[in-house]
């Protein structure tokens, strides 16, 4: 069974505090690894995809890494207008439809 | 360009009434989806469409209906409401979902509508 975990649930940091989050997932035949970024109360904004084991993808403070079995989200020196849901999902060659995970929320505090 | 939008944004219903929530893309975009999203949950697909006219299940369809009539317009009912539809309603619109296209299937999502059903 197609499957995502994202861990932690939530995370709190100092900024300029790096880390990195974490999503594992369980695909037969992944073609694709999607990032998005949620602010309350708003739709799920896209931040990158990722298709192939060592690949990576970099977006100011944010860079994406992938393996066969987990994707990382480093997070640089986190400023507080980074806090959001950060939501992982996968999608399957043999199912279009994206699997998501549950997020991790993260806080960063000034 | 307005991308993805969904009406109303808040509703309140009454168990057993019916509402319809609206969903309009400018992106010319051939599929579109509907999700839920639960506290603690994932995403979870309740409907989409892979072109006008089209209509498919998703993960948790029961209790909700769906039209397609034109390619920019993703319809969702509720024929009878219960407390356990209670959530944050999300459409979403992509290029293609064709494992054929080749291309990236990035899903563009709305601002989401909060129906909460007493």
């Known amino acids: 069974e197609d499957q995502v975990t994202q861990s932690p649930e939530a995370l709190r940091l100092q900024e300029g505090e790096s880390s990195s989050l974490n999503c594992s997932y369980t695909v037969s035949g992944l073609r694709g690894l999607f990032w998005y970024r949620q602010d309350p109360g708003k739709g799920p904004e896209f931040l990158f995809t990722?298709?192939?084991?060592?690949e990576e993808k970099e977006k100011e403070r944010l860079k994406a890494t992938l393996t066969k079995k987990e994707s990382f989200l480093h997070i640089t020196a986190p400023k507080p207008e980074d806090s959001a849901t950060y939501l992982c999902?996968?999608?399957?060659?043999?199912?279009?439809?994206?699997?998501w995970g549950a997020g991790t929320k993260l806080i960063i505090k000034p | 360009n307005a991308g993805v939008t969904q009406t109303p944004k808040f509703r309140v219903l009454k168990t057993g009434q019916s509402m319809t929530l609206l969903c309009a893309q400018d992106m010319n975009h051939e599929y579109m989806y509907w999700y839920r999203q639960d506290p603690g949950m994932g995403l979870r697909l309740i409907h989409y469409?892979?072109?006008?006219?089209?209509?498919a299940k998703g993960e948790v369809p029961d209790g909700y209906n769906v039209s397609r009539l034109k390619k920019q317009n993703f319809l969702l009912g509720l024929e009878s409401a219960a407390p356990s539809q209670t959530s944050v309603y999300f459409c979403?619109?992509?290029?293609?979902?064709?494992?054929?296209?080749?291309?990236?299937?990035?899903?563009?999502f709305g601002p989401g509508t909060r129906l909460t059903v007493l």
């Open positions: 979403a619109s992509s290029y293609t979902g064709s494992r054929l296209a080749g291309g990236p299937d990035t899903q563009y």
């Open positions: 469409s892979v072109g006008e006219g089209t209509t």
């Open positions: 990722l298709y192939s084991a060592g």
């Open positions: 999902a996968v999608q399957a060659y043999s199912n279009y439809q994206l699997i």
